[in-house]
């Protein structure tokens, strides 16, 4: 299959995981041997030249990130985001199911790198079985002297805990999801200072998806000219996506940042499925915009979709054919930020409310030219008041199929 690449994803379908031999064998622990040979300054740059930005959705600079936790005095948690919540996206699975160990090495190169001695990774709740597989690669890592005390004969300790995700999409969100592992209902929180200076506990905590601490081991081997050739100078590298919806061949594929959406689409997933028309696909899961086929020729990049004003999210890409109406996918949409708005600020929690009534009047064609302006005036006051990222880029999907399909409507 063209296009795909098979370098942060070698591993996956291709060791046993119940061992840390495959992962050894694969090439495992070289980022983080040769880590420990630089000093945590050194390794900062290396991630800040690679221009790494977070996999999680907001792609924030990971090297930023890191040098602030590391300048720090007080050890760090390194907490790794395991929730994936956000439909359409099942990236994160794979990594947890196919190549723990790879995770386990990026938080301990975060661990070394910004002083951390204790790691959780928060896995989403109906992950059981991916959570049971990290349980034991976990034993087999500390039995293999990669988890516990000085770490390969360095001074490092660290070792890392599971905790079960509280079963809600909000609770991806960084401070939702340190209350909920504090014990509390887990609810975004105000921010007075960074995570990296009071997170977890009150304590200094680093926090990065999975797939970010997945990419860090790779740039301190003999993979990382390979690795950051691919993709164009300000989205280096490649992004796990999750294809999915009315395509051939759904699933987990390691792309070049670069690559267009038709060619994810048809080449590597095979074209529309029953050989149907595209219709629109929405890119980076329920918060993300809809687009139409004008767009199939954008480049999958961050700036490329940043002068549209869209984000790549989570690296979610849901295909709909000629058989699916907008309007009716726009109801399902909004039903999802009604059941998962966590009720706490009212643009978001009555905002959704009140966009669902009016994706139902649109689907059932009664909906006037004011009531799409009152999406629009809805829509900016949740993106501008909201309290956090759910409320904020919920009405992405509306305002996007509007401004694309809005003679669909009619
Ligand atoms: C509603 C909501 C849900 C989120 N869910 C996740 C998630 O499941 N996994 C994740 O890594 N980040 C999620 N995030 C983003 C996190 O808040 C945070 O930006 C991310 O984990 C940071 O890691 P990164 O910099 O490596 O991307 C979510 C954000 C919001 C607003
Ligand atoms: S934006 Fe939504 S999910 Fe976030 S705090 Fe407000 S009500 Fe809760």
Known sequence: MGKTLSILTKNFKNINVDTIDDYLAAGGYEGLRKVLSLTPAEVIEVIKASGLRGRGGAAFPTGKKWEQAARVKEDSY?????????????????????????IFEGMTIAAYTVGGREGFIYIREEYRRQREIVLKALEAARAAGFLGKNILGSDLSFDIKVVSGAGAFVCGETTALIQSMEGGSGRPKIKFQRTAVSGLFGRPTLANNVESYCVVPILFTKDAPVYLSQGTEKSKGSKVISLCGNVERPGVYEVPFGITLREIIYEIGGGIKNGREFKFAQIGGASGPIVSKSLLDLPYTYEDFGKKGYSLGTGAILVADDTNSVAEFMV???????????????????????????????????????????????????????????????????????????????
């Open 78 to 102: 390194i907490l790794c985001n395991a929730d994936e919540g956000e439909p359409g996206t099942f990236k994160d699975r794979y990594f947890l199911e196919f190549d723990p160990y790879r």
């Open 332 to 410: 399902t949409i909004q039903e999802f930020f009604v059941h998962e708005s966590c009720g706490k600020c009212t643009p978001c929690r009555e905002g959704n409310r009140q966009l669902l009534k009016l994706a139902h009047k649109i689907a059932d064609k009664k909906a006037t030219v004011e009531d799409f302006l009152t999406v629009k005036r809805i829509a900016n006051v949740m993106n501008k008041c909201s309290f956090c990222g759910l409320g904020t880029a919920a009405p992405t999907a509306m305002v996007s199929a509007i401004q694309h399909f809005y003679d669909m409507y009619n």
